[in-house]
């Protein structure tokens, strides 16, 4: 029996992106960019959203605006923060100009929320009964320091209600890294495989995957993307260019 597909691509208007049907299903409105349907160009082709890269900004603004109308709001409803590697949570409707974090909690329906990623792991959290939702940049540092449960901490209700949605990221067969980074994830079962010399490659889905189910979440409630950011083709991917672009992961109540 063919497994029921847990990653799609869509068109939302004119812009390609990748959904997770559990989550559509279950009220969510959420998607990851690709690199495509943008105006930038060079290594930001095309669909960058980052301002911090070397990016035009006038480009950024329109990619930005064209992701604001596939998720349904307003250029200026569509929230981003300055991501910074650590813990911190913020309320979406507190987010200004200046505001540094690395997970962003909505219950606002009026706005959406972005978080962005070139390699690291966008994570949504979501509980449908409540219409709580949380973003989550989630790279090595911020795994190790717990910005997971972090987040997590900001849902309310039964762990029964909730889904996450884990988006691409660089694969474990392509992450390789020091030892630091090794021992920081070497009791997660799976996680970490010895490569050349000191180096070991880890798998970021799998820790994510894990530290979610320690936080109380099903399994089967936890829906992980297949796909990866290795290469650099359909999302960039920091390890493979740099510079490069920024994709994201996009959540919204409808």
Do not use: K
């Not at 669909?47 to 596939?70: M, P, Y």
């Not at 709580?132 to 900001?154: I, Y």
């Amino acid at each position: 029996m063919d497994r029921a597909p847990t990653f799609d691509g869509v068109m939302r208007g004119n812009l390609p992106v990748f959904e997770f049907p559990a989550l559509r299903a279950a009220g969510v409105d959420v998607f990851v960019t690709g690199r495509r349907g943008g105006v930038s160009t060079g290594p930001y082709d095309s669909l960058n959203l980052g301002t911090h890269v070397g990016d035009d900004v006038a480009a950024v603004q329109e990619n930005r605006s064209r992701v604001a109308r596939a998720i349904g709001v307003s250029s200026d409803r569509l929230v981003f923060v300055h991501q910074v590697h650590g813990v911190d949570v913020v309320d979406a409707r507190d987010v200004n100009v200046d505001t540094a974090a690395d997970a962003i909690y909505l219950t606002e329906s009026t706005l959406a929320v972005a978080i962005m990623v070139a390699d690291c792991v966008p994570v949504v959290m979501a509980n449908p009964v409540t219409r709580e939702l949380v973003v989550v940049h989630a790279g090595w540092r911020g795994l190790a320091a717990g910005v997971l449960a972090a987040a997590v901490a900001t849902l309310s209700g039964p762990s029964s209600s909730w889904w996450a949605g884990i988006g691409p990221s660089i694969s474990g067969a392509s992450y390789q890294v020091g030892p630091e980074v090794a021992r920081a994830f070497a009791h997660i079962p799976g996680a970490v495989r010895e490569d050349v010399g000191d180096r070991s490659l880890v798998d970021l889905h799998a820790v994510t995957a894990f530290q979610l189910a320690q936080c109380g979440l099903e399994s089967s409630r936890i829906v992980l993307s297949p796909m990866h950011t290795d290469g650099g083709d359909t999302f960039f991917s920091d390890r493979h260019q740099r510079p490069c672009g920024r994709f994201a992961l996009v959540a919204r109540w409808p």
